[in-house]
C-alpha cells in the first residue's frame, strides 16, 4: 500500500505516507488509469496528493489510495520527469490555449474544464484567478472556470450578447457578472 510504518529508536512506532513528494506513482482509477504521474504536493492531513500525469501533463488532486507507489525520486531527478512531461504535454496544453479551439470544442472535448483553459481565458478577459505560482492554482482555476461555465455556455451557443444577458437578468446576477459575461463576449466575438 501507499502507507508504511517504522520504529523509531526510542522504540515509538510511527506510520505516514510510503509516496513522498516528486515520486513516480501510477494511477488506480479513473479516466488515467495504469497512466504514470509525478507528485508534485502532498497534503497529509487529508491523504490527499497532488500530481501530474506525465503522458499528457494535466494535474490531478487525488486520494493516496488512488494511486500506487513506483519510484523515489529526488529533486534533480523530478525535474527531468517535469521536463518530459512538458514535452509530451505540448499538444495537449497548446489546444487549450488556442481560443478557436475553446469555441468550436467547448460542448464536444471532455477535458476542456481544465486549468489550462481556465488560464487562456482569464488572461484573454483580464480576470485573475490567483497567484499561478500557487500549489492550489490548478484547483482554483478549475473551480473559476466552473463558476462561469453556464455564462460561456450561453454565448457559444446563442453566440448574442444582448440575448444572453436578458436571459441571465432574469437570475438577478449582480452587474460584475455582466461584465464578465461582456469580457467573455469581447474575448471570444470580437
Known amino acids: 500500500m501507499n502507507y508504511i510504518?517504522?520504529?523509531?529508536?526510542?522504540?515509538t512506532i510511527v506510520t505516514g505516507l510510503k509516496v513522498k513528494l516528486y515520486d513516480i506513482v501510477i494511477l488506480s482509477s479513473?479516466?488515467?488509469?495504469?497512466?504514470?504521474?509525478?507528485?508534485?504536493?502532498?497534503?497529509?492531513?487529508?491523504?490527499?496528493?497532488?500530481?501530474r500525469v506525465i503522458k499528457c501533463g494535466m494535474d490531478l488532486t487525488l486520494k493516496v489510495k488512488y494511486v500506487q507507489f513506483v519510484n523515489h525520486n529526488n529533486k534533480?531527478?523530478?525535474?527531468?520527469?517535469i521536463d518530459l512531461c512538458n514535452k509530451l504535454s505540448a499538444a495537449f496544453r497548446n489546444k487549450y490555449t488556442d481560443k478557436q479551439y475553446i469555441k468550436d470544442n467547448w460542448?464536444?472535448?471532455?477535458f476542456m474544464i481544465n486549468?489550462?483553459?481556465a488560464n487562456t481565458i482569464a488572461?484573454?478577459?483580464g480576470q485573475y484567478i490567483t497567484n499561478e505560482d500557487s500549489e492550489k492554482y490548478?484547483?482554483?482555476?478549475?473551480?473559476?472556470?466552473?463558476?462561469?461555465?453556464?455564462?460561456i455556455d450561453a454565448l457559444f451557443k446563442y453566440g448574442d450578447f444582448d440575448f444572453v444577458a436578458k436571459a441571465f437578468r432574469i437570475y438577478n446576477i449582480t452587474d460584475t457578472r455582466f461584465e464578465v459575461i461582456r469580457s467573455l463576449y469581447n474575448y471570444f466575438y470580437e
Do not use: N
Open 5 to 11: 510504518a517504522y520504529k523509531q529508536p526510542d522504540g
Open 30 to 51: 479513473g479516466y488515467w488509469k495504469d497512466e504514470l504521474g509525478i507528485v508534485l504536493y502532498i497534503d497529509e492531513a487529508k491523504k490527499q496528493i497532488k500530481l
Open 76 to 81: 534533480t531527478a523530478a525535474k527531468s520527469y
Open 107 to 110: 460542448f464536444t472535448d471532455k
Open 115 to 117: 486549468d489550462v483553459t
Open 123 to 125: 488572461k484573454g478577459t
Open 138 to 151: 490548478s484547483v482554483s482555476a478549475i473551480i473559476w472556470l466552473s463558476d462561469i461555465k453556464d455564462y
